[in-house]
């Protein structure tokens, strides 16, 4: 069983920038899909962004430009560079994963996804 763990959550001001990873216990195989989702206080899980394994990737139209997902496949990690936070970025942020996905189309929606994590925290003040 893959376990996923968040790291890099901090609290910053407008403007700021923030790189959050995702540490997989083990291997994530080679056809692969991994999103990052955030969850601010009483709102739903919402999408940010995904990477699937042939590396082609999909980003939340609010994130487009500012958000940069990648996966380092060596390390078995993935990563959110964050530029330009605003302060609605601020959420809960969390990391998830399918194994063997039917099709290597990144998705947005959790329905898709058995592994999370337990999040991570980004707090942007203006």
């Known amino acids: 069983r893959v376990q996923l763990v968040e790291s890099g959550g901090a609290s910053v001001q407008t403007g700021g920038s923030l790189r959050l990873s995702c540490a997989a216990s083990g291997s994530t195989g080679s056809r692969y899909a991994m999103p990052w989702f955030r969850q601010a206080s009483g709102d739903e899980r919402q999408g940010v962004a995904s990477i699937v394994s042939d590396g082609t990737t999909t980003y939340a139209d609010s994130v487009k430009g500012r958000f940069t997902i990648s996966k380092d496949s060596t390390e078995n990690t993935l990563y959110l560079q964050m530029n330009n936070l605003q302060p609605e970025d601020t959420a809960m942020y969390y990391c998830?994963?399918?194994?063997?996905?039917?099709?290597?189309?990144?998705?947005?929606?959790?329905?898709?996804?058995?592994?999370w994590g337990q999040g991570t925290q980004v707090t942007v003040s203006s």
């Open positions: 998830a994963l399918d194994f063997d996905p039917s099709t290597l189309t990144p998705s947005l929606s959790p329905l898709h996804y058995n592994y």
